[in-house]
């Protein structure tokens, strides 16, 4: 979106195809990190590829790397740290059969976890 001047929040003039896309990004309080020219064609260079994190994501201090590409095209690069979780494994491995999954379950379980998540979002770290 060339039209838009991703380190200002607002911008004056916006191609109609730019719009929808600012309005996600606000709505949704998305930060867009690729700052620096991804394409460069000749004398002319824009923002190709964007990277949105939301604010919880923000906090973690994630970084942007962008190293030559092919051709006229950079490689871009996102990390960001996460916490770490603690997986057991007891060797065996099955092979899911979603057609017979709890779907009851599995949302009471993702409902009953989702604060858990959005405090850890909200944590300073």
């Not at 994630?62 to 871009?76: A, Q």
């Not at 057991?88 to 709890?102: K, L, V």
């Amino acid at each position: 979106m060339p039209s838009i001047d991703w380190t200002k929040k607002f911008s004056e003039s916006l191609s109609a195809a730019a719009e929808p896309l600012l309005d996600i990004v606000l709505y949704h309080d998305l930060t867009q990190l690729v700052l620096y020219p991804t394409r460069r064609q000749g004398d002319s260079s824009s923002v190709l590829d964007l990277f949105f994190v939301s604010s919880c994501l923000l906090r973690r201090n994630p970084t942007i790397n962008i190293f030559d590409g092919i051709s006229d095209h950079d490689i871009v690069s996102l990390t960001v740290r996460l916490n770490n979780v603690k997986t057991t494994r007891n060797g065996a491995h099955g092979i899911p059969i979603f057609s017979r999954a709890d779907d009851v379950s599995i949302l009471n379980e993702l409902d009953f976890l989702f604060s858990d998540f959005v405090s850890l979002c909200e944590s300073p770290t």
